[in-house]
Structures are given as C-alpha cells and as structure tokens.
C-alpha cells in the first residue's frame, strides 16, 4: 500500500473526501445524505490519510483526540434538544431560523442541522478512533 | 384518517403536532436522561483533564439525583407525567413516560451511582481516568434511567443498547485477561437477549402496529390472534435473559467479579433491575392477558431461581462470585412477585428491587474493600479480617442479613409482602420457595463472613493463625471507601427500620401498574380529550 503515488495522492483524496463529506451533511435534510453517512466518508478520508502518511501525522493534524470529537458531538446533538426550552415546547422540537441573505436567497439554520451535526462528529470521531487504533497497531507489529 | 394522496387540498388528516406550549416544569422528566448523557459527552471531551472528571461527575449526578426526586414527587403528586419529543403527538413522537414505579426505580438509580462515584475515588487511576471511566458511569445512568422512564417499546431496545455499550466499556476497562473474559460471556448473551428482545418488537409491530406502550396497552388486549402470545413469551425470554433468572443465569457470576468492585457494585444495583422492570412493564401492562398464560412458566423460573443462586452462592470460594449468586436470587424473589401477578405481589416486587438495588451495591463496594484488604477475593485465604477490620465486618454481616430477609432489616419488608401476597392467591409451594431462598441465602452469606471474619487466618492448618498478608486501609480507602460505604449501609439500616416510605413508595408503583387507564390518559390525554 505504501507506494509513492498512493503516498502523493493521498492528502489531496482525504481533503476532497472530507469537503464531500461537509456537502453530503449539509444536503442531508431533504435529500440522500446527513450525518451518519456523511461521517462515514470523513472518517473513511482521516483512515485513508492515516494509511499513507502515518498515525502520528494524522494525530497531530487532527489537533483533537477522535473520542473528543465523539464526545463534542453528542454534546451538540443534546443542545440541539435544549433549545426547545426557551420556547416552551417537548424536548427535541424542531426549529427553525431563516436568515435572508444579500443576494436574495434564504439560509435556512435549525436545530436539526445541529443535531445532524452531531451525528456527524460522533461517528467521525469514533469511526476513526478505530481506525486509527487498528492502523497503530499494525504499525508496530 | 380521511382524504387520499390525490386530493391533497381536501386533506382532513387529524394534527400530527402537539398544540399550545409545553410547561417548563415537565421538562423534570427529560433531566434525569439529559443530564447524565450531557456530562458523559463534556468529560469526554476533557478527556485530557484527569483532575476535572470527578468532580464534574459528581455535581452531574447531584443534579440528577435532585431532578429524580422532583420528577417522583411530581408523579407521587399527579399521577403519571408525559412528555412527547419533538412536538409530535404520540404515537408518532417517541413518549417519555413515568409513572410511580419507573420514577421509583429512577430515582434509586440515581442515589446508588452517587454513592458509588465517591467510592470510585478511593481507587480509580488517572490512567483509568483517561479512559473515560466517569463518563462511561455517566452513560450508563444515562441507559438505565432512560430505559425506566421511556414510554415507547423500541426507544426502550435503544437504551438497552446505551447501558450494554457502557457496560461494555465499564467491564474492560483495565483490560485485564479475566475482565475480557468475562466480557465476551457479559457481551455474548445480552446480545442475544437484545436480539430476541427486538424480534418480539418486530411481531408486535406487526399485530398491533404501533410500538408506544400507552397505545399498545390500549390495543394489544383486543388482539385476538395467539401470536400475541408467542411476543409475550419472547419478551419473557429475552427480559428474563437480561435479568439472569435461571437456567440463563450463567452470564452473571461469570462476569461480576471480573472489573474493578465499584464497576460490580453498579452492575449488581442497577443492570438486572431494568430486565425485571421491562418484565412488569410488558407483562402486566402491554399484554396483561400473556400473564396467565405464562403463570406457571414464570412460577417455575422464580422458583429455581430462588433455590439454585443462593446453593451456587454457598459453592463458591470467589467473595465476588458468590455475591453474584446472591444477585441472581434476588432476581426470583422479584420473578415470585411477578408470578404472583397480583397487586400485592407487584408490590413486594418493587419494594424487594429497591432493596435488592441498594443492599447488592452496597455488598460489592464492601467487598471491593475487602479484596484491598486481603490482597484476593478468594475466601479461602481470606480470614482474620475481623481483627483487622471490625468495621467493615459489621457493615458486612448487617448487609448479609438485609439481603437474607431477617427482621428488622430492609430485606425482611418486601418478603413480608411477597408472602403475603402469595398466600392472599392461595400459592402456598411458592410462598415455600421464597421462605427456604432466605434460610439458604443466609446460610451463604454467614458462611461468606465466617470464612472472611470469623475465622483467625487462612483455610485448612493455618486457620488459628493470624492472616499477615493483610493491609490496613489507606487513609484515602478510609475516607473514599469505607465512609460512601458506610453512608449507604446507614441508609439501608435506617430505611428497614422505617419501612414506612419504601411501603408506600412500593404500594404506589404497584398501583400504577393496576391502572393502565392514568398511564394510558398521561400519554394521550389531550388526543382523546380532542376525539370526545
């Protein structure tokens, strides 16, 4: 696996496969896509990354240890449940901000896409802990 | 449901979305979930920070604890409490529902893992620490306080699943070669016990078609087809599994004694109780005619159940092991109330858990000092603790006879109840099983604190010879350890000498079971209000 162009293309796969991933999130409440799936491709790029450049490398590049990020994500997927609190619905409501922008088009935020984001992060972070684990172990043998 | 998919203007379909505003006050019901699951995921992300991870556990689970308390005393109030997520009407929207007896459960849940959490720091390396030691025990409040209080049959796998996966990580934790051990037997027949668990959701999916259990306590009595009876029986199995009721027992013994004591004190207290729970829930509420059907199936299992752990108890040389024994007769004690099946015996039932839950952790954390003590948990060189330890072989004998059922102590109320109850319906060969379970329990548990206290040294020659491997308690074991220890077994002998409020707390949880219609009225009291 450890060819020189597999090692030369790889950064540019893992960056293409996380901005893909970013987009199959972002699409995911009407369309095919969301966060489970979405968090796959990104933890599939970290994988991919891992395997031609090292586990160290892609530690030091994801700054924060995966579990962390897992634990961010579930931490964003419960305030996302929280905000119902200030307007005095069950746990959980959808809700919804839409911001008018310059050009005319609507940004549509809600608290869905922040629990889809959580989704997001959990399995990127524990897909990829994984991940890591096994590549590291594999290292050292 | 009228219009058609052609004719979308003229839809007349009912409201799918709960109108007018959700009181502040009912979100008490989502705190005892959210809580614990918010704190899990902050300590993990400071998983770099050892030093913040128990305390920030420990005020999570004081507000928990303070939330439990309110929610029970708002349902002890009002009767039964709903919330629906996400402003769906139920059925559509998962429900959360507590009433008398999943408040109850919840709430003691809520206190043992308080407890536990200061004894944890009588031992826990900061290696463990990292490892997210606290935010697993946080996760698995999060499992199995959401298991208690969840309204909807299938939300109710999901946090079965919750509680396996941190278990899971509790249990290995450390990993030495007999927590994996235990592991893979721990994993493999609760996984099993989910399977069926979710097979029997899918055929009642498809017989009732709906999985919220107000709704399926509404229909599933109307079901005609036998099928109804075959999903009653695979929720047997698979909860009776999940409590370890004999013959499928086995998982218990094998895996309890192999984390560290504080991780066997949580699994003891709280694990098995949420299968029993899960039992009296579908049973007697969802399916009530199944439990006739079932009656003898049930009698014969609680009446093994009865006799074997406490004789399997008595076989072992493992203090950890035999402990397990006596959790699993615990188990047929609360499988005895279930057979009985009257309201009586589904109150000795939650009156004997809440005893079961508070007695069985408080044994394993004195156990866990124990075992710092003597080095082993292997009784036979075990011995002269006493001399070392006077302390602690008091709690110990005090908590032998609470689980044995000796008056005045806590165990003795709930199998008062249980024999009364059994003797109300003319069951007399059960109301035996449950008398000869105490006699054999307490022979077990004094034969432990013989062997462990009693006695001068080590088994066989050197037994009149002073035990030297014994260590005094570190200060820090003194104050983390033997103080939470203490504390709760204070509760537990305060609690038997007032049983007033575990009667009424247990009376209630039983009565809210006999009352399908209030359980049923939280859920879809506004909906029907609608249709009249």
């Known amino acids: 696996m450890n060819t020189v162009i597999f090692r030369t293309v790889a950064p540019y796969l893992a960056a ?52 962390a990020v897992a634990g961010l994500g579930v931490f964003l997927a419960a305030i996302a449940g929280f905000m119902s609190l200030f307007v005095e619905a069950p746990f959980l409501k ?41 590549e590291e172990d594999e290292e050292t043998r | 449901m009228a219009g058609s998919a052609s004719t979308p203007k003229n839809l007349d379909l009912p409201p799918a979305m709960i109108e007018g505003v959700t009181s502040v006050a009912d979100w008490v019901i989502v705190w005892p ?21 128990a305390p920030f556990a420990f005020v999570i689970l004081l507000a928990t604890l ?55 720091q009588s031992e826990v390396e900061t290696r463990e620490n990292k490892y997210g030691y606290h935010s697993l025990l946080l996760l698995l409040l999060t499992g199995v306080s959401g298991g208690f209080l969840t309204g909807d049959l299938f939300n109710l796998y999901v946090w079965f699943e919750v509680m396996l996966i941190a278990s899971f990580g509790l249990l290995i934790i450390g990993g030495r070669k ?18 069926f668990f979710l097979i029997a959701i899918g055929f009642l999916y498809g017989l009732v078609g709906t999985l919220n259990m107000a709704d399926i306590a509404l229909k599933a009595p109307q079901v005609e087809s036998g099928a109804i009876y075959a999903v009653a029986a695979l929720f047997f199995l698979a909860f009776a599994m999940k409590g370890a009721a004999f013959p499928l027992n086995a998982w218990l013994p094998a895996s309890y004694h192999a984390p560290d004591p504080a991780v066997s004190a949580v699994f003891a207290g709280l694990l098995t109780k949420v299968g029993v729970y899960a039992l009296v829930r579908t049973h007697l509420l969802l399916i ?10 049930m009698e014969v299992v609680a009446a093994f159940t009865l006799i074997l752990a406490p004789l399997g108890a008595m076989a072992q040389t493992n203090a950890r092991r ?87 102590f806590l165990g003795f109320w709930p199998k008062m109840i249980l024999v009364q109850a059994g003797v109300e319906v003319g069951n007399f060969w059960l109301v035996a099983f449950i008398l000869l379970n105490s006699i054999l329990t307490s022979i077990a548990g004094t034969r432990l604190w013989a062997h462990i206290f009693w006695r001068d040294g080590r088994e066989g020659a050197n037994s009149e010879q002073i035990n030297e491997r014994i ?19 204070a509760f537990i002998v305060v609690a038997g000498l007032v049983p007033q409020p575990l009667f009424k707390a247990g009376a209630t949880a039983a009565f809210a079971i006999y009352e399908p219609a209030e359980y049923v009225g939280s859920v879809f009291g506004s909906l029907s209000a609608a249709e009249e």
């Open chain 2, 322 to 408: 035999a402990l397990g024994f006596l959790v699993v007769g615990g188990i047929g004690a609360m499988l005895a109330g279930l057979a009985i099946g009257s309201p009586t015996g589904v109150f000795g039932l939650a009156a004997y858990a809440v005893n079961s839950m508070l007695v069985m952790t408080a044994l394993y954390l004195v156990v866990g000092l124990v075992e710092r003590m003597g080095g082993t948990s292997d009784i036979r060189k075990l011995g002269g603790l006493y001399r070392a330890n006077s302390w602690l072989s008091i709690l110990f004998i005090v908590l032998v006879f609470a689980v044995a059922g000796l008056p005045p």
């Open chain 2, 33 to 53: 979930i959210a809580l614990p699951m918010l704190g899990a995921a902050v300590l993990l992300m400071a998983r770099k920070r050892p030093e913040w991870q």
């Open chain 2, 178 to 195: 007999i927590q994996l051990d235990g592991a893979v037997k721990y994993g493999f027949l609760n996984f099993l016990a989910t399977t």
């Open chain 1, 94 to 134: 959808g809700l919804w901000l839409f911001l008018e922008l310059s050009d005319g088009s609507e940004l549509a935020l809600s608290t869905p896409m922040l629990f889809d984001i959580g989704v997001y992060l959990v399995v990127v972070g524990a897909i990829s802990s994984i991940a890591l684990a096994l």
């Open chain 1, 16 to 67: 293409l496969m996380v901005l893909f991933s970013v987009f199959v999130l972002l699409r995911g409440h009407n369309e095919p896509g969301g966060g489970f799936i979405g968090g796959l491709i990104a933890a599939s790029a970290i994988a991919i990354y891992g395997i031609a450049a090292g586990v160290d490398e892609v530690r030091k590049a994801l700054v924060f240890h995966p579990i």
């Open chain 2, 288 to 297: 009530p005619q199944s439990h006739a059907q079932l009656q003898l199936v």
């Open chain 2, 66 to 120: 303070v939330a439990n308390f309110m929610l029970y005393m708002r349902v002890q109030a009002e009767g039964p409490l709903t919330m629906t997520m996400g402003n769906w009407l139920p059925p559509y929207g998962i429900s959360l529902t507590a009433d008398a007896l999943s408040a109850l459960f919840s709430l003691v849940s809520a206190f043992i893992l308080l407890i536990v959490v200061l004894f944890v």
């Open chain 2, 471 to 489: 260590r005094p308690l570190t200060t820090r074991a003194k104050v983390w350890g033997l103080l939470p220890a203490g504390a709760l077994v």
